[in-house]
């Protein structure tokens, strides 16, 4: 368990780490290709809707050809995304960049993959803890690519960042190769070749052995996350909402937190940047917090009460908060409870889908991220092109879906905390 904890951590840690360096770098890449900002914008959206579509490919993977597999195939991914991006010093076409930067989606969804992965090894009583620790890779992943790009990229350039992103991520592969495969996922695979033997009675009797629906247990995946047989349609539905709600006040406050910053507070961007810095290092005990009181009153209310209050901290953030200090530590407090709770959603996707469907469940809801993140841009847009102005863009844009996805996640079914994978779902 330690050594795939540290595995997944690392490897989540590196997809972060290749994911905001597509952003940070794609300013430079333009003033390489004669891009306009338009045309990075553009780039970036359909770099967006690539991620997403091969997202979706994640979720059957983990569930038919097993979590270990699933967690190197993505980490691969970021390595061959990242070395092609390397390459488009040769191949200057948008259409190119978009397809290589696809890719990452694989990396993006290592996280879908740990958590189905990991959920099914750790401590029933302890999971969103153990988990909260490797979750907090994002932000060690954010500071990464920020401190790496301020010291290399000067000396080795854009293209030279891509190309050393390669070398860890086939480290990670190699390392996965050694990990063992989830005992859970392992009796789905005897009850599914037991079924094609044509043994139903002793597929039967195992899979009631080992909590398994041995009836559902080849059906496709993607199918059952709208059935209404077993409330699947509702799980999904609002996880789904929410997740995408969020994916809002992250385009605004994290992706887009700079520009809100020094525009709408005016704060320089040198003193923007360490803010954001800070910010993420408290984000980091956010984590930890979430998945410790997850264990405790349960993830769905854990996540509720911090994507609100959130809500309200940037909102004062905007409105109430006057001066660099002030500002710093209303965003701290919002970043706490934006990004905190993903330690406890991410293991609560986990929980609230059955083994048979449990990656594709994990790696649907999140691949409704970048759908979110998408829209959150272009209403912040519009928002700010009507002369409404940053502040109040922010707000609409980012405060009130971040307290909306709140509400929402309230609608999805409430999952005892301590409870086994096998008493909550077949």
Do not use: C
């Amino acid at each position: 368990m330690t050594y795939a904890s540290i595995v997944a951590l690392v490897a989540w840690t590196l997809s972060v780490f290749d994911f905001i360096l597509f952003g940070t770098l794609l300013p430079e890449m333009a003033k390489t290709f004669g891009w306009s900002t338009a045309q990075m914008a553009n780039i970036a959206t359909w770099v967006a809707v690539g991620t997403f579509v091969i997202s979706l490919t994640v979720g059957p993977l983990t569930d038919y050809l097993g979590r270990k597999k699933a967690l190197i195939v993505t980490t691969s991914g970021v390595a061959v995304s990242s070395g092609l991006t390397a390459l488009s010093i040769f191949i200057p076409s948008s259409i190119y960049v978009v397809l290589v930067r696809a890719l990452s989606g694989f990396g993006y969804s290592e996280q879908a993959v740990n958590t189905t992965y990991l959920s099914e090894l750790y401590d029933d009583k302890k999971r969103g803890l153990l988990y909260s620790f490797i979750q907090g890779g994002w932000p060690i992943g954010v500071m990464l690519a920020s401190i790496v790009t301020a010291l290399l990229e000067p000396l080795i350039q854009w293209q030279g960042m891509f190309a050393v992103g390669i070398i860890p991520a086939i480290i990670i592969v190699l390392l996965g190769i050694k990990l063992k495969e989830s005992p859970r996922f392992l009796h789905l695979k005897h009850v599914r070749a037991l079924m094609r033997q044509g043994k139903q009675e002793e597929a039967e009797a195992y899979g009631r052995a080992h909590g398994i629906n041995t009836e559902r247990s080849t059906g496709f995946t993607y199918a059952q996350l709208f059935s209404m047989q077993d409330g699947s349609m509702r799980t999904t539905l609002f996880l789904g909402l929410a997740f995408m709600l969020n994916w809002f006040a992250i385009e605004v406050f994290n992706v887009l937190a700079t520009t809100v910053l020094t525009e709408g507070k005016h704060i320089n961007f040198g003193n923007s940047l360490w803010l954001l810095v800070l910010a993420n290092a408290v984000g980091y005990a956010g984590y930890v917090f979430h998945g410790w009181l997850g264990d405790r009153i349960g993830r769905r209310e854990t996540i509720a009460i911090g994507w609100i209050l959130g809500g309200l901290a940037f909102a004062a953030m905007l409105y109430v908060a006057n001066g660099y200090w002030s500002v710093l530590i209303f965003q701290s407090i919002g970043s706490f409870f934006l990004n905190g709770p993903y330690s406890a959603l991410f293991v609560f996707m986990s929980e609230s889908y059955a083994t048979r469907m449990r990656g594709t469940g994990t790696a649907f809801i999140n691949a409704m991220g970048p759908i979110g993140g998408i829209l959150g841009a272009l209403v912040f847009s519009i928002l700010v092109s009507t002369n409404m102005g940053v502040l109040a863009a922010a707000l609409i844009g980012g405060a009130l879906p971040l307290t909306l996805s709140g509400l929402v996640i309230l609608a999805t079914r409430r999952i005892e905390p301590g409870k086994s994978l096998e008493e909550l779902a077949a």
